[in-house]
């Protein structure tokens, strides 16, 4: 990064204020800019490898900056990449966050077959990520947010690492964590794991508890409720033939379900006053 942007940041983090807030439900947001990121990953840190191609994967956070606050780890829905969190990822700079916090990663760089955009074949990036932003920051925790098909991919990820120990906060945007639309008839990868609510995966995931070791994590999901999100609708048939009611698919049991009736499926992913909630949860 050239030094003249470098210091027009500086100086523009020692100048902004914190916005103060009282309470998940009701935050307000201020307008953010996007040039506060960098759009790649520091020379001196080891992105992980796409376990199918043994590819180096592509994403962006770190450089400089405190660890002050409980490092960000952001994970993308399918079909997009580490640079949708973006405009999130901009609102927590405006409001202190360095880059040393800021984390995304764009795990869908493989060749097409049936395991590349599936949560079975995706995990083990997060899992060798979240240990590299560890390692590269020093900090004991990471708060990890993902949205839709990287809602499945972090709780796979937990769930066979059971590095539970490792998360403060887990926020799943929009998540398929009881199935989704678009599935009808396709029973391979990410439609055989999440394409009936009651599909083995999804039977192995949610198992007796859907938000395992409350004690250290904190769970929190955002959902539209509200027949407004495409993926998860009120009446859906799925790959059995059978039609299911998906508007509270996001939900998990024993988390902090937060309701954006008003938001579709990729609005929740962007919109400010899910950011400011958002924030305000996580301190």
Known sequence: MQMTSFTAHLKKMLVMGFLALNGCEDAQVEVVERDLLPSEFPVDFTPPNDHLTGQKLDGWGGGFGEIIHTPIVFIHGNAHSA???????????????????????SYLQSSPSVD?????????????????????????KVNVISHSLGVTIV????????????????VGIAGANHGV????????????????PQSQFLDWLNGEDETPRDDIVEWITFYNGENLDMFFMESVLMNTGEYHDLRFSPMLDG???IQFPELDHFELALSKTVYDTLETCLK
């Open 155 to 170: 709780r796979t990820w937990l769930k066979h690492s059971e590095d539970y120990n490792q998360v403060e906060h887990f």
């Open 83 to 105: 640079d949708n969190w973006k405009t999130m990822a901009s609102y927590f700079a405006e409001n202190g966050y360095t880059w040393n916090e800021l984390w995304a990663l």
């Open 255 to 257: 988390a902090l379900n």
């Open 116 to 140: 590349f955009n599936s949560n079975e074949g995706n995990w083990r990036e997060v899992d060798d990520f979240v240990e590299a932003v560890l390692n590269y920051t020093g900090a004991d």
């Open 181 to 196: 639309a678009f599935c009808f008839g396709d029973t391979t990868g990410l439609c055989g794991e999440l394409g009936n």
